[in-house]
């Protein structure tokens, strides 16, 4: 399940020009400060290298709350790009694999939970990749199992 029902204004405006300089959305942040395209770089960079949130915060020297939304636009325009452009591929052999993950809580520990928001419990990730010439993630799904 994407987490994109939020963001749908940003999902179309990053959808038609799958860049990260919010050109659409200029106009109701004209009060607010903005991150130039270098800066916002260095920040997914330090994402993809595997810091967390809190350390790339501190290394940007921005807040975490601009990490955590440029991260959510980020994956909003990659999963645009994915939805558009990764279609009809020539693959003669897939491989799939899963990931478990707990959201909050373990499964069978939700209902003791004092406080368990909607959707805790195990998580899958379901990934299917082309086998043999790329490593080039062709789709992803993420969704409870039965």
């Known amino acids: 399940m994407y987490r994109r029902s939020k963001h749908k204004a940003s999902i179309n405006s990053l959808s038609k020009h ?3 300089t919010m050109r659409d959305r200029s106009s109701i ?7 130039d395209t270098k800066k916002r770089a260095q920040i997914l960079g330090m994402l993809v ?9 501190r ?14 636009d980020a994956g909003c325009a990659a999963a645009a790009y994915h939805d558009k452009y990764v279609r009809n591929l020539p693959c003669k052999r897939i491989q799939c694999d899963e990931i478990w993950a707990f959201n909050y809580c373990k499964a ?12 805790a419990g195990d998580i899958w990730t379901c990934a299917a990749l ?3 010439q790329t490593a080039f993630q062709r789709s992803l799904r993420i ?3 039965p």
């Open 18 to 20: 799958f860049v990260l």
């Open 143 to 145: 969704t409870p199992m």
């Open 108 to 119: 069978k520990t939700v209902k003791e939970a004092k406080a368990a928001p909607e959707g």
């Open 130 to 132: 082309h086998a043999l």
């Open 59 to 72: 290394l940007a020297d921005v807040s975490i709350n601009t990490v955590t939304k440029l991260l959510v």
């Open 29 to 35: 942040m004209s009060g607010m400060n903005k991150l």
């Open 49 to 57: 290298e595997g810091n967390s949130l809190r350390a790339t915060s």
